[in-house]
Nanobody
């Protein structure tokens, strides 16, 4: 059984940095992608960033481009979300997701929730102004 466990959330001030971790167990991912989504209070869940396991191609939402970075440690089956220059609007529950599906030719494929079969329980990030 695949499990994704997020950690690293917390309360920070605007401009601070934070690193979220997502450790995957139960399966070693060598294809597909890992992604981060977030859901702010009263809003729908939205895509943040994703990374292909093979080739490390990355994708970012415009709202976080230049501030957030996704990275991975294949040996640990872990993906990280490095968040810099945090803003109050980044306040949300952050979810890690894993997709074993592989598709090329569609740059928006991993920005959608559909390809992801596995989801973590979420970790809360609160950014105060």
């Amino acid at each position: 059984q695949v499990q994704l466990v997020e950690s690293g959330g917390g309360l920070v001030q605007a401009g601070d940095s934070l690193r979220l971790s997502c450790a995957a167990s139960g399966r070693t991912f060598s294809s597909g992608a890992m992604g981060w989504f977030r859901q702010a209070p009263g809003k729908v869940r939205e895509f943040v960033t994703a990374m292909r396991w093979s080739g490390s191609r990355t994708y970012y939402a415009n709202s976080v481009k230049g501030r957030f970075t996704i990275s991975s440690d294949h040996a640990k089956n872990t993906v990280y979300l490095h968040m810099n220059g945090l803003k109050p609007e980044d306040t949300a529950d952050y979810y890690c997701a894993a997709s074993a599906n592989t598709k090329y030719g569609d740059p928006y494929y991993y920005t959608r929730e559909g390809p992801y079969e596995y989801w973590g329980q979420g970790t809360q990030v609160t950014v105060s102004s």
